[in-house]
C-alpha cells in the first residue's frame, strides 16, 4: 500500500514538473512596443515557434502592459490541454504603411490560391482555454484593410484575414478577452463541440460612434461571434459593436445557449447562405441603436428550427427591428448588380427597383418570440417574408410590443405568406397572425 502511495505522488509530481509556462517575451524572444517590419516579421515567426512547442498542459503568456506587433499567418494545430493567457496586446499592426504604399497588405502572407491566411487559426485542438485578465487584447489593425470609406470594400471584397478561427475541435473555452478591428469575420469557430465564450467583446468600427452611420457601415463583414458546423455552444456575459452579426449561428449548428449579451451591427442572428439549424436560445439580452436586431435568414437549401428569442430589449434600431426571411446579401454580385433579387437585395426597400424574393427551398419552424420590446424604431418594426409554397410553420410572437411604430415604408410589419399566432400583450399584431392576445 505505500509503495503504490509514493508510486502516485511520484507519478504527480513528474506531472507538475511538466506544466510549463512560456513568457512570449522572455521565452519565445518576442520584441515589444516596436512595429519596425524586421519586428513585425520576427515576432509572426516567434509566436509560430512557441504555439508549435506548447505540450499538455502549457502555458503561453502574452505579457501584460506591452504591444507586440506582427504579422499574420499564425497556425497552430494539434494543441491539447494548452491555455494561451493574453494579458497584453497582439497586434497585427499596418500602423507603419499607409495605402498609397500598399506594401502591407500586398506582402501579408497568402496560401497557394493567392488568399490571405488569417491572422490566428488554431486547428484540430482539444480542451484548449484562450483567457486574459481582461486587458488582454487581440488587434487585427482592419481600417487598413476596410479601404476608403465607400469604396474599399469593393476594391477588397472579401479576401481579407479573419482575427481568430478554431478549426475542428472540442472542449474550447474563450474568456476576458478583447478583440478588435477585425479585417474580416471577427471569430470563427468550425466544427467545434462544447464550445464556451464568456466576458469578451468585439468592437469593429472607424468612429467612436455607439450608431451606425454610413462611415461605420463601411466596415462590412466584421462579424462578432460565428459558429458553424457546431454543437453545444454556450456564449453569456459578452458584447458586440460591429458592422454585421453579431453573434451568427450559422449552417450545421445546434445546441447553442447565447445569454446575457449586448450586441449592436446586425444583431442576435440565426443562418446564412444554406442553413440546417437546431435547438437555439437567445435570452436576456439588449441591443442599442443596432442596425438590424433579431435576424433570422437565409438564401439557399435549408431549415432552420426550435428557435426561442426570449426577454430581450432593442433600443431605437436604425433599421428592422425584426427580419424572419431571406438573407439580405449579395456574395458574388458585381456592382452593378447589388441591387437585383440574390434572393434579396441589398438595396431592397429602398431602392424602388429592387426585389426581395422569398427562400423557396428553405423552411422556418417552431420560432417563439416571447418578451420582446422594440423601443422607438427609426423605420419599421419588422418584415416577415415567406415563399406562399412553403410558409413559415409554428411561428409564435408573446408578448412582443413596439413603442413608437413607424408606418414607412411598409407600416409596422411587411409580411408575406408567414403566417403566425400573437399572444399575451403583442402590438401591434403583423398581418396574417391569429390575433389571441390577451383583451381588456
Excluded at 251 to 258: E, F, K, P, R
Excluded at 279 to 289: E, G, L
Aim: glycine residues 8%; hydrophobic residues 35%.
Amino acid at each position: 500500500m505505500l509503495k503504490l502511495v509514493v508510486l502516485s505522488i511520484c507519478v504527480l509530481l513528474n506531472v507538475v514538473n511538466s506544466i510549463r509556462v512560456f513568457d512570449f517575451e522572455v521565452d519565445g524572444g518576442a520584441k515589444a512596443n516596436d512595429d519596425s517590419w524586421n519586428t513585425v516579421w520576427a515576432n509572426g515567426r516567434a509566436l509560430n515557434a512557441t504555439l508549435a512547442k506548447l505540450s499538455r498542459g502549457d502555458r503561453l503568456v502574452i505579457p501584460s502592459d506591452k504591444t507586440f506587433y506582427l504579422m499574420g499567418g499564425i497556425v497552430a494545430h494539434r494543441l491539447y490541454d494548452v491555455t494561451i493567457q493574453i494579458d497584453g496586446t497582439l497586434k497585427f499592426s499596418s500602423t507603419l504603411l499607409d495605402d498609397v504604399d500598399k506594401k502591407y497588405i500586398d506582402q501579408w502572407p497568402r496560401d497557394e490560391n493567392g488568399d490571405v491566411l488569417e491572422c490566428i487559426r488554431l486547428k484540430d485542438v482539444e480542451k484548449v482555454k484562450i483567457t486574459g485578465s481582461g486587458s488582454g487584447v487581440l488587434d487585427g489593425a482592419g481600417q487598413k484593410w476596410w479601404g476608403v470609406p465607400g469604396v474599399g470594400y469593393l476594391v477588397r471584397e472579401e479576401n481579407r484575414p479573419r482575427l481568430l478561427h478554431i478549426e475542428r475541435g472540442s472542449h474550447v473555452l474563450i474568456e476576458n478577452i478583447f478583440l478588435k478591428d477585425s479585417p474580416y469575420w471577427t471569430f470563427l469557430a468550425e466544427y467545434v463541440k462544447h464550445l464556451e465564450i464568456r466576458y469578451s467583446k468585439i468592437d469593429a468600427r472607424r468612429t467612436s460612434s455607439s450608431s451606425h452611420d454610413i462611415l461605420d457601415l463601411t466596415a462590412f463583414n466584421t462579424d462578432g461571434f460565428d459558429m458553424s458546423h457546431c454543437d453545444d455552444v454556450y456564449i453569456h456575459d459578452c458584447s458586440v459593436i460591429n458592422q454585421d452579426d453579431c453573434f451568427d449561428v450559422k449552417d450545421g449548428t445546434s445546441n447553442v445557449v447565447i445569454e446575457r449579451v449586448n450586441a449592436s451591427g446586425l444583431g442576435l442572428t440565426i443562418g446564412s447562405i444554406s442553413s440546417h439549424v437546431n435547438n437555439i436560445t437567445f435570452r436576456d439580452s439588449r441591443m442599442d441603436k443596432t442596425y438590424k436586431g433579431i435576424y433570422i435568414k437565409f438564401r439557399g437549401e435549408g431549415r432552420i428550427s426550435n428557435v426561442l428569442y426570449e426577454n430581450i430589449v432593442i433600443n431605437e434600431p436604425s433599421q428592422w427591428a425584426v427580419w424572419i426571411g431571406p438573407a439580405q446579401q449579395c456574395d458574388g454580385c458585381s456592382f452593378t448588380k447589388l441591387c437585383s433579387a440574390n434572393p434579396c437585395s441589398l438595396c431592397w426597400p429602398t431602392d424602388p427597383f429592387a426585389k426581395c424574393n422569398a427562400v423557396k427551398r428553405g423552411k422556418f419552424e417552431n420560432i417563439i418570440l416571447r418578451n420582446i420590446t422594440i423601443n422607438n424604431p427609426k423605420k419599421s418594426s419588422g418584415v416577415l417574408i415567406a415563399d406562399a409554397d412553403t410558409p413559415m410553420k409554428n411561428l409564435i410572437f408573446e408578448n412582443v410590443v413596439v413603442n413608437n411604430p413607424k408606418t414607412t415604408p411598409f407600416k409596422n410589419y411587411y409580411v408575406e405568406n408567414a403566417p403566425g399566432i400573437a399572444l399575451g400583450t403583442t402590438n401591434p399584431i403583423p398581418p396574417g397572425f391569429v390575433d389571441l392576445t390577451s383583451k381588456k
